[in-house]
């Protein structure tokens, strides 16, 4: 079955139970979920501190001009002379479309559609690094929450092995709860009319098998490294 069945029938069944879907829908609590932890006096330490748990890397940095030392940093280490990226406006990091240029780093187009797919992804594949921003980041879980659409491709920071998350202190919010509500608040009801796509991301990828032998990398990047800059 060809993908275009394979979107057809899914979009006819979504069709046919969507009365019954909202219905459902309507019965569930809407209410945030409870915080997991105590309150923490200080929201981004908490969240260097629970990412590094999860083996991501946490660059705290004072401003602008440091994010972008950090992340030169990064791209000389990986020899990087390509990279999959978000609109660097959507990053919202001044300076970072001349440092890529400077540095010679080639932005692919991060769009794959069609009959092209397979050919695009080949393109795209050689790739060692992914840049993107983040909607919000959560201090409990050591979290990022990524919001998909125009200007913010998901391959920006799934396909590459070394992921690099530019955000500002003023993003990081406590509990999952509290994130799902700004979300809210931000977008009302217009949340996914760009996108299907509202991605989590804790740690670098990871799985592990029937013996618990834990890998990295197995389905996306297997480095996270975050550039949080300190808000004004």
Request: proline share 7%.
């Amino acid at each position: 079955m060809s993908r275009e069945q394979i979107l057809a029938t899914l979009r006819t069944s979504l069709a046919s139970n969507r009365a019954w879907l909202e219905a459902e829908a309507q019965k569930a609590p809407h209410t945030p979920p409870p915080f997991v932890l105590p309150p923490a006096d200080d929201l981004a330490a908490q969240f260097a501190a629970e990412l590094t748990k999860l083996e991501g890397r946490v660059y705290q940095v004072a401003d602008d001009e440091e994010a972008l030392e950090t992340i030169a940093t990064l791209l000389e280490a990986r020899k990087a002379t390509m990279a999959v990226a978000w609109d660097r406006a959507q990053i919202g990091l001044p300076g970072l479309d001349t440092l890529l240029a400077e540095r010679g780093v080639q932005v692919l187009d991060p769009v794959v559609r069609d009959e092209a797919r397979k050919a695009q992804l080949q393109v795209l594949e050689p790739a060692p690094v992914c840049l993107s921003g983040a909607e919000f980041a959560i201090a409990e879980s050591g979290s990022l929450v990524l919001y998909h659409g125009p200007g913010r491709p998901r391959l920006a920071s799934l396909l590459a092995p070394t992921h690099i998350a530019v955000i500002r202190s003023d993003q990081i919010v406590r509990g999952l709860g509290e994130a799902m509500t700004r979300l809210r608040e931000r977008y009302a009801g217009t949340l996914f009319d760009a996108t299907s796509n509202l991605t989590f991301i804790s740690g670098p990828s990871r799985t592990a098998d029937i013996e618990m032998t834990l890998s990295l990398g197995i389905h996306g990047p297997p480095e996270l490294h975050v550039v949080l800059v300190q808000t004004p």
